[in-house]
């Protein structure tokens, strides 16, 4: 795994980046990077539990609704205010995740997967039938961005509202895995079997890197609820559980970013070329064909390894310059 | 309870439990000796129907069209298996399952590009129109052909897999492929047999339901997930388990849509979630 | 002081019996060799004994506590150790990341981590990723890691399988060392490994103990001569 300070130092200077973006006052860029730092909260969520710990989820999209239907619920329902709503969201998804976690978590990782699956869509199925909570298939509007405590109906304001939850939860999630914590995570998903007899238990990594995998996408799913202002049941279909999968591929899985840049790809795709590329989905189709075929380390891993490339290749100067640079 | 309308529910559910034995077999089939998890397997059910649209069109004779776009459907998944999936048999499952949800994307996107955005939909053919009365209550000539069909393909499966040649070689690699390398049996004709036989019953499937019930885009992300559940139900590798069990969720999904249409999709999946979770290897499972 | 004490323990595969009703004591601070035949059962005891597998009758007593039902991580907690045959490490982990994650479960400070890599000679690799070191090396990564997990009673899978003549010497000698402060348990082939280190020699063949004692004894024992030199 890619850990060293260069992660936070690129995550700060595209902390910096974002930061200017409202500057160009352009709705549709606010928009756009908006939704990419939403989206890569939930690739990164996701590759905590797929590129780190080795588990493959196809219900992930049940955290994101969970957080974003408690929001909006509790937002229409309780107290109208958005940064409430958004820690009530987030909390909702702890006892989604101990209860799912304990009942799936104790089975091989292709039952997992398929668990999962079943699970996720089980959670799909609720929010169709109980049109009186959730409103079917119509989903639930009016989900306010002025609140009691705070106001973010600007966009520049909710923009920064999602940038500092973007900033903050991308650093600390980086910390989590450099910490004691986060080596078990990675020793699971490097040698599962050999845990027990280095003193500790799978079951027990495997749930708390549930439990905080299902936070962070709550998190995106909370905050996707607050600035679209409506949710529809079809953030809990499968196919959307797959979607952070492809972004996580994209960028490569084994790179603490990689999900981030495999976001930013994904907009890029999904929402400038299907203006002019219909078929953008077979695109992303043959990506991911190309990607497991041929570069399993994604596009990060292409620009890691052209970085080495470039560095063999230049002189002494740039190996000098970049040697404390231990990617 | 109302019999008539409880015996209308029954063969509803049949006949969906017989498309969802056309969808699975092939999946378990596939899964048993390749140990893949093809994603793109109900993708290609669709493509099924959408041949037999175009079959039908051109050549007018449904049962001549429904074996072009089978023996079509198979040749596809053959294409698949040879070109791409090959190249990932040693690779860790989840990049497998990658791999043909990949395939999956492009199959559906595909036929998008040829055959429109929009679902299509074929009428049945005049000698297969009407009903016969049972007690009161009429069932279509059509759902009758489709339970019917759905036996044969079990029987012939079953007869095959257990009585044949080829049968024995599949069951050799399933159980254990080394062995069967020793024993000169070559897996990789078996491996791709194997990929024909599933994806071409896949293929039947589609055709038939064309005739039932449109086939557009977006079926195959639907009946993927009641594939799955029948296949994981049943635990993955048993041939007569997955007909019983294909059969069982059609009929107690129909059932539940009728009786409980407030929560029917969620007693199919609840189950799902509960047989697994109490046996993990699925209720006439190996592993 | 008898450290472990392992009573009627038997595991079948089927109709297949690996371990038939096994039982020995292990003494604090002695060095047993357990060897046998290829398929004789010595893994499997290690498997049964390190809870890898669970045994189908009998107990086994750590220091006057009855693990037999407990799960392996805690049984590691407690203090017993094995390394495997086949060395089983976390491949995209560093040295020093592997053996940190054992010393979490022990408490083992940094410092001793260190320790540990210099008296192996490992220093210089501490941030290497192990899948991308040499055979010879992996296998004292495995040895690190159990030292790391501060064992109570070590129990070592092969440990020279593979090794080059010099390597094998040094390891007989670390072992030698170990052996005043851990108690120790080496299954073995190389009988060059099990004569210059053993205390005590168990034997198994076909899932029984067919001889027990010191090395003289062993290597002059009728039957043991029978299974290994097929003579008689």
Known sequence: ?327 | MDLDAFLVQLIVGLYKGSFYWLLAVGLTLIFGVTRIINFAHAAFFVTGGYLMYTFYNYTGSFILSLVLSSITTGLLGVLSEVILIRRVYRLEPIYQLLLTFGIALVVNELQKILWGKFPKYLSIPDYLKGYISIGGVNISYYSLTIIILGFLVFLSVYAIINMSLWGLRVRAVWRDRTMAQILRINPRAVYTSTFFLGTALAGLGGSLMIALHPVGPGLGDHLIIYAFIVVVITGLGNIVGAYITSLLIGVVSSLATWLLPEVDVLIVYSIAALVLLVRPEGLFGER | MEILKVENLSKSFGEFKAVDGVSFSLRELEITALIGPNGAGKTTLVNLISKKLKPDTGRIIFRGVDITKLSPHSITRLGIVRTFQVVSLFPTLTVYENLKVAALASGTSTKEIEGIMSDLRLEKFKDTRVAQLPFGLQKLVELGIALALKPKLLILDEPAAGLTYEDRKSLIRMLKDMGKRITLMVIEHDMEVVFGLADRIIVMNKGKIIADGKPEEISSNKLVREIYLGEG
């Open chain 1, 1 to 327: 795994m890619v850990i060293r300070d260069v992660n936070l130092a690129l995550i700060i200077a595209l902390a910096a980046l974002l930061l200017l973006v409202p500057l160009t006052g352009d709705r549709f860029y606010i928009y756009i990077t908006s939704l990419f730092m939403i989206y890569s909260l939930f690739a990164l969520s996701y590759n905590l539990l797929f590129g780190y710990a080795g588990l493959l989820s196809f219900g992930h999209a049940m955290f994101f609704a969970v957080g974003a239907y408690t929001t909006a619920l509790f937002t229409l329902k309780v107290l109208r205010d958005p940064l409430v709503g958004l820690v009530v969201g987030v909390l909702s998804s702890i006892p989604v995740a101990l209860v799912v976690g304990f009942l799936t978590l104790r089975h091989t990782r292709v039952y997992f997967a398929i668990l999962t699956l079943a699970f996720g869509m089980l959670v799909y199925a609720l929010l169709v039938k109980w049109r009186s909570v959730t409103g079917g298939t119509d989903g639930l509007i009016g989900i306010p961005k002025r609140g009691v405590v705070i106001d973010i109906s600007s966009p520049t304001a909710y923009y920064l509202f999602i940038l500092t939850f973007f900033t903050i939860t991308t650093i600390g999630l980086y910390l989590f895995i450099k910490s004691r914590w986060g080596l078990l995570v990675r020793a699971l998903g490097a040698n599962e079997d050999r845990l027990p007899f280095t003193g500790r238990s799978p079951l027990f990594i495997r749930l708390y890197t549930f439990l905080v995998s299902g936070l962070t996408a709550s998190l995106s799913g909370s905050l996707y609820a607050i600035f679209m202002g409506v949710v529809t049941p079809d953030i809990a279909y499968w196919t959307f559980s797959a979607e952070p999968l492809v972004m996580t591929l994209l960028g490569g899985a084994s790179y603490y970013l990689g999900p981030v840049l495999g976001a930013f790809i994904f907009i890029i795709l999904t929402t400038i070329l299907a203006r002019y590329a219909e078929y953008w989905l077979l695109l992303l189709g043959l990506a991911v064909i190309a990607i497991v075929i041929g570069f399993r380390g994604g596009l990060g891993g292409m620009l890691v390894s052209t970085f080495y490339i470039v560095r063999e290749r230049s002189g002494v100067w740039i190996r000098w310059r970049y040697s404390r640079l231990k990617i």
